[in-house]
C-alpha cells in the first residue's frame, strides 16, 4: 500500500508492505554518493544488518552509524555526534540519511537530516508500531531539552517512508500494545471503518500478523497524513483533533503516573475518560462509549484511571496547552469517526467523572457515567 502524502511543493509516500525490508524500493537518489543509516545496536542487530546487507548488495554506498538506544538520549549531544559522524564518513549535501528504529531515532535523524549542511534527504525506516503511525507521519523532529520534551526541533518531511509490519515481531509486548492505541484512537478520531476492522480482527491484532497490520498501520497513516495536509505548521487548530484522549494521557505521563505509564497505555486511559465524557459533552452514543471500551480491552490496554489523584489530574489537565482560563479543553467525539474541541468543559465535570466510583468498577458499569457528572 502507498499513501501519498502532498505538502506544499513537497511529496511524499509512506510505502506499507509486509516484507518490504526484504526487497527495499532502491530511489535514483541513492545511487549516487554515500549514504548513512543511522540505528541503534539492538535495531541493528534485529533487522538493520540485514536491510544493510541488501543495499550494499544492490550497490548503494551506505555505512551505518549508531547512536545510543532510549528516549534520554534524544539530545543535542546525540545531534552533534551524529553530524560529527556524517561528516566524518564523507557525507555531502547529496547524501541521504536512513533513520532506522522507533520514534526516538526517528526524531533525532529528522532533525539532523533537517540541519545537517542545510538539509539532506532522509528515508524513514519506522520499526515500532508506535513510530510506524505516529511519529513517521507529519514531518515532526527533535530532541529534549533538560528543561522539557521536544524543545528544539523542525518540521522537515521525508523523502519516503518504508514500513514493514514483519519488524514488530520482536516487539516487546507492552511497546506493542502502546502503538495499538493510537491506531484505535485514528479509528475515533477519523476512520469508523478502520475501528470496525480492528473489531473484526481482535485475534490476529493480538498475533501480530503482518497482513492485518499493514491495513491498520495504512488507514492510521492516511487519518493522521490528512490532517497534516490540512494543517502542516500545526497553525490552524486542526492538528488538535489529534490529541484525542491526550489531555488525560499527558496528566497521567507528567504527573500521578510518571514513569509508571507507557504513552500508548495513558492514551489509552485518556481515550475511555474522553468518551464517557462526550456522552454528556457532545452527545456520544452509548454504544460507542462500550465499543471503545470493549475493544481496548480485547487489545489488553487499560482503560481506567482507577488508583490516580482526581485532583492532582484536574490540575495538571487545565495546564494544557489547549486550555485557557478555568475550564478544561478536551477533544470529545459525537460518535465513533468524527471529534471537535471542547473548550469549555467545566473542572467540576471532569473532576466528578474521574472520581465516579461507577467508573473505577470496571468497564461495562462504565458507560453510564455520564449521569453522575455534575455542571
Ligand atoms: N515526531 C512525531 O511526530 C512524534 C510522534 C509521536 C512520538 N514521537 C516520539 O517518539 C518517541 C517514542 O517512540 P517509540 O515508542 O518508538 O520509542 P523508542 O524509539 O524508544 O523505541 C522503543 C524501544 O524499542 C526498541 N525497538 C525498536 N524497534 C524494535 C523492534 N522492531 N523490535 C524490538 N525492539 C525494537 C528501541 O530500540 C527502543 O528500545 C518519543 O521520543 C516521542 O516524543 C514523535
Ligand atoms: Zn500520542
Same mark, same amino acid.
Given at each position: 500500500?502507498?499513501?501519498?502524502?502532498?505538502?506544499?511543493?513537497?511529496?511524499?509516500?509512506?510505502?506499507?508492505?509486509?516484507?518490504?525490508?526484504?526487497?527495499?524500493?532502491?530511489?535514483?537518489?541513492?545511487?549516487?554518493?554515500?549514504?548513512? #543509516?543511522?540505528?541503534n545496536?539492538?535495531?541493528?542487530?534485529?533487522?538493520g544488518?540485514?536491510?544493510?546487507?541488501?543495499?550494499?548488495?544492490?550497490?548503494?554506498?551506505?555505512?551505518?552509524?549508531?547512536?545510543?538506544?532510549?528516549?534520554?538520549?534524544?539530545?543535542?549531544?546525540?545531534v552533534?555526534?551524529?553530524?560529527?559522524?556524517?561528516?566524518?564518513? *564523507? #557525507?555531502?549535501?547529496?547524501?541521504?540519511?536512513?533513520?532506522?528504529?522507533?520514534?526516538?531515532?526517528?526524531?533525532?535523524?529528522?532533525?539532523?537530516?533537517? %540541519?545537517?549542511?542545510?538539509?539532506?534527504? =532522509?528515508?524513514?525506516?519506522?520499526? $515500532? #508500531?508506535?513510530?510506524?503511525?505516529?511519529?513517521?507521519?507529519?514531518?515532526?523532529?527533535?530532541?529534549? #531539552?533538560?528543561?522539557?520534551?521536544?524543545?528544539?526541533? %523542525?518540521f =522537515?518531511?521525508?523523502?519516503?517512508?518504508?514500513?514493514?509490519?514483519t519488524?514488530?515481531? %520482536?516487539?516487546?509486548?507492552?511497546?506493542?500494545?502502546? *502503538?495499538?492505541?493510537?491506531?484505535?484512537?485514528?479509528?475515533?478520531?477519523?476512520?469508523?471503518?478502520?475501528?470496525?476492522?480492528?473489531?473484526?480482527?481482535?485475534?490476529?491484532?493480538?498475533?501480530?500478523?503482518? +497482513?492485518a497490520?499493514?491495513?491498520?498501520?495504512?488507514?492510521a497513516?492516511?487519518?493522521?497524513?490528512?490532517?497534516?495536509m490540512?494543517?502542516?505548521?500545526?497553525?490552524?487548530?486542526i492538528?488538535?483533533?489529534?490529541?484525542?484522549?491526550? $489531555?488525560?494521557?499527558?496528566a497521567?505521563? %507528567?504527573?500521578v503516573?510518571?514513569?509508571?505509564?507507557?504513552?500508548?497505555?495513558?492514551?489509552?486511559?485518556?481515550?475511555?475518560?474522553?468518551?464517557?465524557?462526550?456522552?454528556?459533552?457532545?452527545?456520544?452514543?452509548?454504544?460507542?462509549?462500550?465499543?471503545?471500551?470493549?475493544?481496548l480491552?480485547?487489545? *489488553?490496554?487499560?482503560?481506567?484511571?482507577?488508583?490516580?489523584?482526581?485532583?492532582?489530574?484536574?490540575?495538571?489537565?487545565?495546564?494544557?496547552?489547549?486550555?485557557?482560563?478555568?475550564?478544561?479543553?478536551?477533544?470529545?467525539?459525537?460518535?465513533?469517526?468524527?471529534?471537535?474541541?471542547?473548550r469549555?468543559?467545566?473542572?467540576?465535570?471532569?473532576? +466528578?467523572?474521574?472520581?465516579?466510583?461507577?467508573?473505577?468498577?470496571?468497564?461495562? +458499569?462504565?458507560?453510564?457515567?455520564?449521569?453522575?457528572?455534575?455542571?
Open positions: 500500500m502507498l499513501i501519498k502524502v502532498r505538502l506544499g511543493d513537497k511529496a511524499y509516500g509512506i510505502r506499507v508492505k509486509a516484507g518490504l525490508l526484504e526487497s527495499p524500493p532502491i530511489p535514483r537518489f541513492l545511487r549516487e554518493g554515500r549514504h548513512v #543509516l543511522l540505528t545496536r539492538r535495531v541493528c542487530k534485529l533487522a544488518q540485514g536491510l544493510l546487507g541488501r543495499l550494499r548488495n544492490a550497490g548503494i554506498r551506505i555505512e551505518a552509524v549508531m547512536m545510543p538506544d532510549g528516549e534520554r538520549y534524544k539530545t543535542l549531544a546525540t552533534e555526534k551524529v553530524a560529527d559522524a556524517l561528516l566524518a564518513r *564523507g #557525507l555531502t549535501r547529496k547524501s541521504s540519511l536512513l533513520a532506522m528504529g522507533g520514534g526516538v531515532v526517528g526524531d533525532v535523524g529528522g532533525f539532523v537530516a533537517s %540541519t545537517y549542511m542545510r538539509g539532506i534527504r =532522509y528515508i524513514q525506516v519506522p520499526t $515500532t #508500531l508506535l513510530a510506524q503511525v505516529d511519529s513517521s507521519v507529519g514531518g515532526k523532529t527533535g530532541v529534549n #531539552l533538560r528543561g522539557g520534551k521536544n524543545m528544539v526541533g %523542525t =522537515y518531511q521525508p523523502s519516503e517512508v518504508w514500513t514493514d509490519p519488524v514488530l515481531g %520482536t516487539l516487546p509486548a507492552r511497546e506493542y500494545r502502546a *502503538g495499538l492505541a493510537e491506531i484505535v484512537k485514528a479509528g475515533i478520531i477519523g476512520d469508523p471503518v478502520l475501528f470496525r476492522f480492528m473489531e473484526g480482527h481482535v485475534k490476529e491484532i493480538n498475533a501480530r500478523d503482518p +497482513q497490520l499493514s491495513v491498520l498501520i495504512a488507514r497513516c492516511w487519518v493522521k497524513a490528512k490532517i497534516v490540512e494543517d502542516e505548521f500545526e497553525t490552524a487548530g492538528r488538535e483533533k489529534l490529541n484525542f484522549g491526550h $489531555t488525560l494521557a499527558h497521567l505521563e %507528567t504527573g503516573g510518571y514513569g509508571r505509564l507507557r504513552h500508548g497505555e495513558a492514551v489509552a486511559i485518556g481515550m475511555a475518560f474522553a468518551m464517557l465524557l462526550s456522552r454528556e459533552r457532545a452527545g456520544c452514543p452509548r454504544r460507542d462509549v462500550d465499543r471503545v471500551l470493549a475493544l480491552k480485547s487489545l *489488553g490496554l487499560p482503560a481506567s484511571w482507577w488508583g490516580y489523584d482526581a485532583d492532582s489530574l484536574v490540575r495538571l489537565m487545565k495546564k494544557d496547552k489547549k486550555s485557557a482560563g478555568r475550564d478544561v479543553a478536551e477533544v470529545v467525539c459525537p460518535g465513533i469517526g468524527s471529534v471537535k474541541v471542547d469549555n468543559v467545566p473542572e467540576a465535570a471532569v473532576r +466528578q467523572l474521574l472520581k465516579n466510583p461507577a467508573v473505577h468498577a470496571g468497564f461495562h +458499569q462504565a458507560g453510564g457515567g455520564s449521569s453522575h457528572v455534575e455542571h
